[in-house]
């Protein structure tokens, strides 16, 4: 996995790093036909897509199938761009290619299949990730970490093994990408990655809530949840780093520091509500948290690199009874090495984070009904791109020229 940064420092952290799934299991084979149902009609849509290993996305026509008796035909306004769509490209997460991507859509709803109850046509929509809603993990109301998570989301197929999208040429195109692929004008979406919303809403500044926002929002008022005074640190400034700092100071933590390499999104991240910021190329990182902390240690880190290198520094820093969580995405089977000799006095925990442990449709309101009180100003981190331009979106995530990059359809 190749990530954004500067890899002679052990400190680096790269500019968006965002995780939602783990390999559960492989995808459904290949199908060699894409066969629409019988009397459907194919629709020709403009769509974003990665045609190989590594390649640039390519805007183009592809067909649409008709919908399934559970999708939702969502007409896209915005789509965010997120890293999880580049470690797709780059094939971190074995999605098969050709695919459409995106997976932070925001649009209105123009037609529904026949099983779907929560939405009608007309409605304003905000996808986030699939889930099954029948296993155990979805009952107890955790649907982040669904017993069939990597299929629905990273699988680009239907169960039945057909794809959405097909080629010119008559070639299946990965679809279903966390049940939406919203990088493509319209999209048959499954039901239960929609997110209801009020009308008055802007969909091109509410869309990347649906992934990395959400994620670090999440990982700190869901999971971590420290209580007011405390201290937290999130390594990388990134847009999942950033929701993790607002939150932070939602919680009322006293002490809230930001890590990052690039000192625009320090200042970005001082402008959001940290105290205390780290440029890890020119500082001595433990050191300085020693002093922000008054050599007692952190109360609550999370690492948004992915980077088991980043990690251990996070888990070090930890004071007494710290917890230390982790959403960035890593190559399977990375490991990390912790010292359990002295530590083991600190009773410190660590724990990995999947989709900020939200409920979308529960949580995601929330964060918006924080933003209009003004505590929760994530447009701060927003800049719009027309979707054609989208290969400038991905280069300037990448290159930490824009924290949160938000297609404009």
């Known amino acids: 996995m190749t990530i954004p940064g500067d890899f002679r420092n052990p400190l680096a952290i790269s500019p968006l790093v965002c995780l939602h799934g783990v390999l559960a299991r492989s995808p459904p084979a290949a199908a060699p036909a894409n066969p629409l149902p019988e009397g459907a009609t194919p629709m020709l849509v403009e769509a974003a897509v990665i045609a190989s290993k590594g390649a640039a996305p390519t805007v183009t026509h592809v067909e649409l199938d008709d919908l399934r008796s559970n999708e939702v035909r969502v007409r896209m306004v915005a789509s965010g761009v997120c890293h999880t769509d580049a470690i797709i490209r780059d094939q971190v997460y074995p999605t098969p290619l050709p695919a459409v991507l995106g997976h932070e859509g925001a649009g209105v709803v123009e037609q529904i299949g026949a099983e779907v109850t929560r939405v009608q046509v007309g409605d304003h929509v905000l996808l986030s990730a699939n889930s099954c809603g029948a296993c155990v993990q979805c009952l107890a109301g955790s649907p982040a970490y669904c017993e069939d998570l990597f299929a629905r989301n990273f699988g680009a197929r239907r169960a039945d093994g057909s794809t959405a999208f097909t080629s010119d040429d008559g070639q299946p195109i990965s679809s279903h990408f966390f049940g939406q692929s919203s990088f493509s004008s319209y999209s048959n979406v499954a039901e239960r990655s929609l997110v209801k919303l009020d009308e008055d809403i802007d969909l091109t500044l509410v869309a990347p809530l649906g992934c990395g926002i959400q994620t670090g929002a999440g990982s700190v008022l869901n999971e971590l949840r420290p209580p007011l005074g405390s201290t937290f640190a999130v390594f990388g400034a990134g847009a999942v780093g950033a ?158 020229r824009t924290v949160k990059p938000v297609l404009v359809y």
């Open 243 to 400: 929701g993790a700092l607002m939150a932070a100071v939602i919680a009322g933590c006293s002490r809230i520091v930001a890590i990052d390499i690039n000192d625009d999104r320090l200042a970005l991240a001082r402008e959001l509500g940290a105290t205390d910021t780290i440029n890890s190329r020119a500082e001595d990182v433990a050191a300085r948290l020693q002093d922000i902390t008054d050599g007692k240690g952190l109360g609550y880190a999370l690492d948004t690199t992915g980077r088991p290198e980043v990690l251990r520094v996070a888990a070090d820093a930890l004071g007494t009874r710290g917890a230390v969580a982790l959403v960035g995405a890593s190559l399977p089977g990375t490991e990390v090495a912790f010292e359990i000799g002295e530590s083991l006095n600190k009773g410190w925990s660590f724990r990995t984070i999947i989709q900020g442990s939200s409920v979308p449709q529960v949580f995601i309101p929330q964060l918006i009904g924080l933003w209009r009180q003004g505590r929760f100003p994530f447009e701060k981190i927003i800049r719009h791109y027309p979707f054609a331009q989208i290969e400038d979106a991905f280069a300037d995530s990448e290159q930490g």
